[in-house]
């Protein structure tokens, strides 16, 4: 599969011509400092998925999206910045932030997806998938963190 051919990809690239085109109007200053760095993490993100999409080796891959993943986070941690700052609304913020989780939910997917092509004593998220019902039990692992001795 090429990396075009992830949603998630696709949506990290439309995010980052929209952080591009945000960033242009910021304050003269910030434009090499804040609005750089925002850039930078925002093409980082899906540029990391490309990096590694054609590797042989699944932990390679996987090291890419938890790359990307980290990436996605930095730039949200950018644009929190720029509204602190007052260069955007709360608005814009959550809206961005609202888009970059979503990424970041596909991201978890997906890694979780290429985890399931490891020998299962050597993976590091739990990726069974029980056919109990839904709903709380006190047993259930947190979602989304590495479980110990599975």
């Not at 591009?20 to 200053?29: N, R």
């Not at 929190?80 to 809206?95: Q, R, S, T």
Request: with cysteine; hydrophobic share 30%; charged share 35%.
């Amino acid at each position: 599969m090429d990396v075009e051919d992830l949603e998630v990809y696709k949506k990290l690239c439309q995010l980052h011509i929209e952080v591009c085109d945000l960033t242009h109007s910021w304050p003269h200053e910030e434009r090499y400092e804040l609005g750089s760095q925002a850039r930078r993490s925002s093409n980082s993100s899906p540029a990391q998925l490309a990096e590694k999409n054609d590797d042989r080796h699944i932990r390679n891959k996987i090291e890419g999206v938890n790359r990307s993943r980290g990436e996605a986070a930095e730039t949200i941690h950018h644009l929190y910045m720029a509204k602190l700052k007052g260069y955007i609304k709360e608005k814009v913020y959550l809206e961005f932030r609202d888009r970059y989780k979503e990424c970041i939910r596909m991201l978890n997917g997906l890694e979780k997806s290429l985890e399931r092509n490891i020998p299962e004593k050597d993976r590091r998220w739990q990726v069974k998938e029980d056919s109990a019902g839904y709903g709380p039990t006190d047993d259930a692992p947190s979602i989304g963190w590495p479980v110990e001795g599975l």
